[in-house]
C-alpha cells in the first residue's frame, strides 16, 4: 500500500512538471498556421533575417517567399526537394524558394546542390539562429511569407499532401498580391 501511494505521489509530480512545461511552451511561427493558410489579416509577420546577401523583408517585399529548412542527411527533406525544384521551375520570377540549412558546412550544401540539381539557393544557417527564430524543432519545415512579410503557411514533414497544398497555398497568395 504504502508503495503504491509513493507510485502515485511520483506519477502526479511527472504530470505536473509535463504540464507546466507544455503550459509555459514559447509558441513560435511553426505553431502559427498548423499546415494550413493562414488568412492575411490573421497571420504573423515572419521575423526579419540576413543570411549571406539574402535579406527577407527586401525579398518579400518583391514576390512571396517559400522558405525550406532541411538538411543533407534528412530522409523527408531529401524526398521533398525534388519536387521543391519542380515548382520553384513552375513559379519561377512570381514565387523565390530559398532553403535554410542549419546543419552542413556550405561546401556540403553546394556539393549536395549541385548533386542533386537543386536550382534555387540555399542559405547556410549555421548559428542556428534563424532556425531558432522560426522554432524550427523537425524538419523539412516549409513557409510562406507573402509580400506583406506575413507567415500564410506552414509546413512541417513530408508527406505527398505537401505537393498538392503547397501549390494551392501560393496560387492564393499571388492572387491577393
Known amino acids: 500500500m504504502e ?3 509513493i507510485l502515485f ?3 502526479f509530480v511527472v504530470a505536473a512538471f509535463a504540464l507546466v512545461f507544455v503550459s509555459v511552451r514559447r509558441p ?3 505553431d502559427a498556421s498548423a499546415g494550413g493558410l493562414m488568412a492575411a489579416d490573421t497571420a504573423k509577420s515572419a521575423p526579419d533575417f540576413t543570411l549571406q546577401d539574402f535579406h527577407l523583408r527586401s525579398e518579400a517585399a518583391k514576390q512571396p517567399i517559400v522558405l525550406d529548412f532541411w538538411a543533407t542527411w ?3 527533406c531529401r524526398e521533398e526537394l525534388p519536387h521543391l525544384v519542380t515548382l520553384s521551375k513552375k513559379y519561377a ?3 523565390a524558394f530559398y532553403g535554410v540549412n542549419s546543419s552542413d558546412t556550405p561546401a556540403n550544401i553546394a556539393t549536395f546542390s549541385r548533386q542533386e540539381k537543386i536550382t534555387f539557393p540555399t542559405l547556410s544557417d549555421s548559428g542556428h ?3 531558432a527564430q522560426y522554432g524550427v524543432e523537425a524538419i523539412p ?3 510562406v511569407i507573402d509580400t506583406h512579410g506575413k507567415v500564410r503557411a506552414v509546413s512541417e514533414g513530408y508527406d505527398e499532401q505537401v505537393e498538392q497544398n503547397l501549390p494551392k497555398a501560393l496560387d492564393v497568395v499571388l492572387a491577393e498580391k
Open 129 to 131: 539562429k534563424v532556425a
Open 9 to 11: 505521489a511520483i506519477l
Open 74 to 76: 534528412c530522409g523527408p
Open 93 to 95: 520570377g512570381r514565387v
Open 3 to 5: 508503495r503504491t501511494k
Open 28 to 30: 513560435t511561427i511553426a
Open 141 to 143: 519545415l516549409l513557409i
